[in-house]
């Protein structure tokens, strides 16, 4: 596996790491324990050495993670979040400085170690200076217990602010041919500032693999369910980009998942997806995108047939979409 730096900070990850959320959260049913212990450590033999999870994502998701990862401590990259009020997502931010302090404590008792690599605020608090939150971490580096800051779906002034405090190391935002925002205002700010971008849902939440249409039903407690883009209309509409993935995949032999990863990955030498799955064969796909190299002549032609393409459905219900870019 390929490795990449976050920006100017050092930190040195595999191009590609594992979004650990859906094996307890957020997709259905939480995955069978050892079979979640078993994935994540059939991706460290593949070479991913970032891994992320949240104390929002549930207490067992922390804790699968930290089992899965304690006899290769020293060769992985953690992430972890803090900033929901009790942990708890449906309830709106809390990143008081106390708070910080109680998540880092609990979250490194959960994955079972003395530090947290990258240590991100899920969600902008409006009712927290970023100054606080920034220094706050900034403390807890000092004091050993976490090793770099984060932020998650930050807007640019918020990722300046906190910078300024304590330098950025990573932004996670979601990023992927279905959801482009981020090259307005945030990939050049980070570009600036010497912040790497993770990508979260580089795969548009799984639309991008192809294996979903308008047919397709999610479980009951599928978040999926609540997102206006995931409509049976939407998703019809979308078939477009889909059916463009599937027709430059066909002339590289590889799959629309694989090619939806690369171009992520070919758009800034520190731009680090992190596709999640409960499936082995999809961690082994997704992997492969590495080993992908698109021309420019493919990314022209990606870039071209997008200008013509648009997306229908926003991508988070009204409630959540108000906690982000701030």
């Keep these: 596996m390929q490795k990449r730096k976050l920006g100017n900070s050092g930190l040195t990850v595999s191009a590609i790491g594992l979004g650990c ?15 979640a212990i078993a994935l994540i450590q059939k991706a460290v033999d593949l070479g991913v050495t970032l891994f992320d999870t949240a104390e929002a994502y549930g207490a067992s998701n922390e804790e699968i993670v930290g089992e899965a990862l304690a ?12 900033g929901f009020k009790d942990g708890d997502s449906t309830k709106g931010q809390d990143s008081r400085p106390e708070r910080i302090r109680a998540v880092a404590e609990a979250s490194l008792k959960r994955l079972k170690t003395d530090r947290i690599d ?19 971490v900034k403390d ?35 990023y992927s041919l279905w959801w482009r925002e981020p090259e307005k205002e945030i990939l050049p700010t980070l570009e600036e500032l010497g912040i790497g971008f993770i990508p979260f849902s580089p795969l548009g939440k799984g639309f991008l693999t192809g294996k979903i249409d308008e047919n397709t039903s999610f479980t009951k407690d599928d978040f999926r369910n609540t997102v206006p883009r995931f409509s049976p209309e939407a998703r019809k509409a979308n078939q477009a980009l889909v059916n463009l993935i599937r027709l430059i995949a066909t ?16 758009r800034k030498p520190w731009i680090v997806p992190i596709p999640g799955t409960t499936k082995l064969h999809r961690l082994q796909e997704n992997l492969g995108a590495a080993n992908i190299e698109l021309s420019a002549k493919d990314l022209s032609q990606i870039q071209d047939a997008l200008s013509d393409i648009k997306v229908e459905g926003d991508r988070y219900p009204a409630h959540l979409a108000a906690r982000v870019g701030r």
């Design 21 to 35: 959320m859906g094996l307890s959260f957020g997709y259905g049913p939480a995955t069978d324990k050892n079979e």
């Design 71 to 82: 006899p290769f401590r020293d060769k992985v990259v953690i992430a972890t979040k803090f």
């Design 118 to 136: 990258l240590f991100y605020q899920h969600r902008v608090d409006p009712n927290v200076p970023m100054e606080d939150v920034a220094g706050t």
């Design 140 to 174: 807890l580096i000092a004091e050993g217990k976490v090793k770099h800051f984060g932020l998650s779906e930050a807007g640019v002034e918020s990722i300046r602010r906190a910078h300024a405090v304590q330098p950025v190391t990573a932004l996670q935002s979601e």
């Design 251 to 266: 002339g590289k032999q590889a799959t629309p998942a694989q090619i939806a990863l690369a171009w992520l990955l070919a």
